[in-house]
T-cell receptor, first 112, second 114 residues
C-alpha cells in the first residue's frame, strides 16, 4: 500500500489559488491518485482522480509528474466554503478488494 | 452517481448498550463495504472490510466481538457496536467502491456513549 505524505495544514485567502502537494514515492504501476474532501461531521467526498499528466474537472485540477511520485491538487479561486480537510490516496479504483488507507490529510483554512 | 445512505446520523446511547449503524447502497450493488472510525481532528482509520455473504475482515487491533459487521445483502451492511463504552464515542463512516470514481462514502454516524 502506497503511503502518502501531505502538509498538515495550509492557510489561504478567498480568491486565491491553492496548491496542495502529496508525496507517494512507493506508488505502484497500476495505482491511480485520488483526492477527497471532508467537511466536519461528514463523509469524504470525491474531488478528482488521475493517473498521469493533468486532469481537470469543474472544481479542481490534478497535476502528476512523469515519475508519479507526487501529485498536486490545485483549487482555483478558493472560497470560504473550501475550508475542509483534503486527503490524497493512491490505489486501484477497480480493485474492490483494495483498502483505502487515509493519511493525515491537509487541513485547509480559507480566510476572508 | 453512486450513493451510500448511512443511518442514523447521530446517536446517543448509555454505556453497556448496543448500537446498530446501517449503510445502504441506493443505486448500485455494494459487494464490498469498508467501515472507518474517526476521532476528532484525526484521520479516518479503517476498522474492517465486509463482503456480501462472507465474514468481515478486521484490521489489527479492532475487536471483532465488539464491532459486529453484517453484510447479508448487496445493498445493506451494518455495524453494531456492542456493549458500548465512552471510549467508543467516535464518528463512524462506511464506504464502498464505485466505478472509476473510486469510492463513495456514507455521511457518517456520530456516536456518543454516556
Amino acid at each position: 500500500l502506497a503511503k502518502t505524505t501531505q502538509p498538515i495544514s495550509m492557510d489561504s485567502y478567498e480568491g486565491q489559488e491553492v496548491n496542495i502537494t502529496c508525496s507517494h514515492n512507493n506508488i505502484a504501476t497500476n495505482d491511480y491518485i485520488t483526492w477527497y474532501q471532508q467537511f466536519p461531521s461528514q463523509g469524504p467526498r470525491f474531488i478528482i482522480q488521475g493517473y498521469k499528466t493533468k486532469v481537470t474537472n469543474e472544481v479542481a485540477s490534478l497535476f502528476i509528474p512523469a515519475d508519479r511520485k507526487s501529485s498536486t491538487l490545485s483549487l482555483p479561486r478558493v472560497s470560504l466554503s473550501d475550508t475542509a480537510v483534503y486527503y490524497c490516496l493512491v490505489g486501484g479504483p477497480e480493485d474492490s478488494s483494495y483498502k483505502l488507507i487515509f493519511g493525515s490529510g491537509t487541513r485547509l483554512l480559507v480566510r476572508p | 452517481g453512486a450513493v451510500v445512505s448511512q443511518h442514523p446520523s447521530w446517536v446517543i446511547c448509555k454505556s453497556g448498550t448496543s448500537v446498530k449503524i446501517e449503510c445502504r447502497s441506493l443505486d448500485f450493488q455494494a459487494t464490498t463495504m469498508f467501515w472507518y472510525r474517526q476521532f476528532p481532528k484525526q484521520s479516518l482509520m479503517l476498522m474492517a472490510t465486509s463482503n456480501e455473504g462472507s465474514k468481515a475482515t478486521y484490521e489489527q487491533g479492532v475487536e471483532k466481538d465488539k464491532f459486529l459487521i453484517n453484510h447479508a445483502s448487496l445493498t445493506l451492511s451494518t455495524l453494531t457496536v456492542t456493549s458500548a463504552h465512552p471510549e467508543d464515542s467516535s464518528f463512524y463512516i462506511c464506504s464502498s467502491p464505485w466505478g472509476l470514481d473510486g469510492y463513495t462514502f456514507g455521511s457518517g454516524t456520530r456516536l456518543t456513549v454516556v
